[in-house]
């Protein structure tokens, strides 16, 4: 199935796809002769957890347990206290720990709609989850197959770092792009910032996929200029918003890279972008077999390869196809998108609504600044005020240092915003990161 057409192109390669931290190269010719313990059990149509990274042994069953016809559901540890309830919503018969059968739930196949779907259609499937921030995580089933025919369009190959995690539509984008055209993945265990400029300058990495909060950091890493080295070509973000001042502020350090917006989600894997210019946060948004609309400011897109559904949700898709993204959008003079915000993030203070994001911005102009973060509170009179949270580059300040700071901070703010956007409470302190690398 796939994987004959992936060894077809990969014959002539004698080269790795895949480096790990322990110096381990996998060349893709090799990938059978990885042993998978217990794999002889799966049948086509089983629902089959794998708990792994990007790592030879887990990206072998992964692959295997695909060309075998199962519906792969892959997960990381990083995600542990959520496994049970993934378990569950997926309706998952076995657990793979990396390349061993590490459990078998059930070997039964439980009975779903859309499920059976996959299965009388004889073809693999793909179970992802969101992230849960407006609920419980949806389990998200694609048809593997139209799932993989948009990365058989040519490109250039690259030497990327795996840093998108194993369980995230932009980790398991960047490992079938690599997969399809011919090029190399550095494996990576640790992410933070020291660790993945050491990994970057001494494997020569061209591409880092990942995300605006880890960019930042990145920014203000010590000698960040120097210590990259300069192998690195593009840097392409996603997942969350970016700030023009964090975008701009990287563009000057790096003049010979290329920043490359990214977009797309769980229901409909990565879209095809095209940014303004390197250093805008606007873009547009299509590709192959795909629309977009605007309404209300909204972002909605019609996408051919999309997901099957929710396992555990009503689909989300109106009666024409269309998927609302929840995205608020503004659009310029050329026809460019930006993202500003969610529709649950609008903040509403007297009947006049604004998004965070906009005070964020303002507050990341500020050179002592090194993270923001703005968000609504419930007001008996104004029906919302704002508060912001506030990471300084010097955590070492007093109560006198910090009631200056706080001052300048609305003193600057009140030159560029309207009075009703000004933060009614500064909170100063540690911003917290996802494991993906978001804010909190």
């Not at 990287?250 to 095209?274: A, H, N, W």
């Not at 929710?310 to 609302?324: I, M, Q, S």
């Amino acid at each position: 199935m796939f994987l004959d057409y992936l060894r077809e192109i990969w014959s002539d390669a004698e080269y790795s796809f895949l480096q790990t931290p322990n110096g381990n190269h996998l060349r893709f010719k090799d990938i059978d002769k990885v042993s998978i313990s217990g794999i002889e059990n799966i049948r086509a149509g089983d629902v089959v957890v794998v708990i792994g990274d990007f790592d030879s042994e887990s990206i072998a069953t992964l692959l295997n347990l695909l060309e075998r016809g199962a519906i792969v559901v892959p997960l990381t540890n990083e995600t542990c206290g959520q496994h049970d309830y993934f378990v569950q919503e997926s309706r998952a018969q076995y657990i793979f720990e990396k390349n061993v059968l590490a459990k078998i739930v059930s070997s039964s196949q439980q009975e779903h709609t859309l499920l059976d779907y996959l299965r009388n259609k004889e073809h693999p499937g793909l179970i992802l989850f969101t992230t849960g921030t407006t609920g419980s995580p949806k389990a998200i089933l694609h048809d593997f197959l139209p799932f993989i025919s948009r990365y058989k369009t040519p490109r250039p190959p690259l030497k990327a770092v795996s840093f998108l995690l194993f369980d995230h539509i932009g980790g398991i984008n960047t490992l079938f792009h690599i997969l399809f055209n011919l090029g190399q993945i550095v494996s990576i265990q640790n992410r933070a910032v020291g660790s993945v400029v050491n990994t970057i300058r001494d494997n020569s990495v061209e591409l880092l996929p990942t995300t605006p909060t880890f960019l930042r950091m990145l920014s203000l890493y010590p000698g960040i200029e120097t210590s990259l080295g300069s192998s690195l070509k593009i840097i392409s973000y996603g997942t969350e918003r970016m700030d023009q001042p964090t975008l701009q502020r990287l563009c000057d350090q790096f003049p010979e890279v290329d920043f490359r917006q990214t977009y797309g989600m769980s229901e409909l894997g990565i879209l095809r972008v095209k940014s303004k210019a390197r250093d805008s946060v606007y873009m547009t948004v299509g590709g192959e077999c795909v629309n977009t609309k605007i309404v209300d400011n909204i972002l909605y897109i019609k996408a051919e390869n999309r997901m099957l559904g929710y396992l555990n949700a009503p689909t989300p898709f109106d009666d024409e196809g269309w998927y609302c993204t929840k995205d608020i959008v503004k659009i310029d003079t050329d026809g460019y998108l930006t993202i500003i915000g969610r529709d649950s993030d609008v903040v509403n203070i007297g009947g006049l609504k604004f998004m965070p994001s906009e005070v964020e911005s303002r507050l990341l102009e500020m050179s002592f600044i090194s993270k923001a973060q703005a968000y609504s509170r419930p007001n008996p009179i104004t029906g919302q005020h704002l508060e912001v949270k506030i990471e300084l580059e010097d955590d070492s300040l007093d109560a006198q240092q910090l009631a200056q700071i706080r001052k300048s901070i609305i003193n600057n703010l009140s030159t560029k915003l309207p009075s009703y956007m000004l933060p009614s409470r500064i909170i100063f302190g540690d911003i917290k990161m996802s494991h993906r690398f978001k804010k909190l």
